[in-house]
């Protein structure tokens, strides 16, 4: 997506050779115009595909997860990453290692938001390890929807999220695909537009 990659080349940073920095439009503050069209975008790839519902986890995939929902006009249901006082029953949970962190937690999502007849298409903002992706089909999976495919923001070709998902046999769709942050230079990989 040209508008994201431009964003991307204007206004991110490279933290590390392998994390960027996208704070002022995805992670922290968001541009809206840009979210829109991002929402705009997986709901064009992902047309025609029945999805009944988004599913995405706090915080940073619910801003493009609602531009989908409002241009697939279907509902957004979000991960939980702390359990909330008024949601305590029929939580459908998984648990989702992190490398940077070096622990697990568990991410939950009430049973109520979905169920067998849903066709759900999940969306976060990064890719990386795909340990968080992962979690989220596993959510799915065990109330017995069905799985879409995923819409990923920016997708790190270099670590090995991706290629998790798509040996699964997941359709991922990700707008930006970067395939080096190395020497301070954000280099992106070619991608089909879907
Ligand atoms: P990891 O084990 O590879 O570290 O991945 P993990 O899924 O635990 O990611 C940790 C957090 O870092 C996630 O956000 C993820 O979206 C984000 N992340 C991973 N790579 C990058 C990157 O290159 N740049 C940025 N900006 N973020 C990255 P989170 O902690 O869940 O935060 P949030 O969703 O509340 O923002
Ligand atoms: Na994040
Ligand atoms: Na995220």
Do not use: C, W
């Amino acid at each position: 997506m040209e508008q994201l990659i431009e964003k991307i080349k204007n206004d991110g940073s490279v933290l590390s050779s392998s994390i960027l920095k996208v704070d002022s439009f995805l992670n922290h503050q968001i541009d809206p115009d840009l979210m829109n069209e991002i929402g705009s975008e997986f709901a064009r790839r992902f047309s025609g595909s029945g999805i009944t519902k988004i599913v995405t986890i706090e915080s940073s995939g619910i801003a493009p997860a609602v531009m989908a929902g409002l241009h697939l006009q279907v509902p957004v249901v979000f991960a939980r990453k702390r359990k909330s006082l008024t949601l305590v029953n029929d939580l459908i949970t998984a648990s989702v290692y992190s490398f940077t962190k070096q622990e697990s937690n568990e991410i939950s999502v009430s049973s109520k938001f979905l169920s067998e007849n849903d066709k759900v298409l999940i969306i976060d903002d990064f890719l990386a390890n795909g340990q968080a992706a992962l979690g989220l089909a596993e959510i799915v999976n065990k109330a017995r929807a069905s799985i879409a495919g995923f819409g990923i923001v920016i997708e790190k070709g270099f670590q090995d999220g991706g290629r998790l998902l798509r040996e699964e046999g997941y359709r991922v769709e990700s707008l930006a695909v970067i395939h080096s942050l190395k020497n301070g230079i954000v280099e992106f990989e070619i991608t089909e537009e879907g």
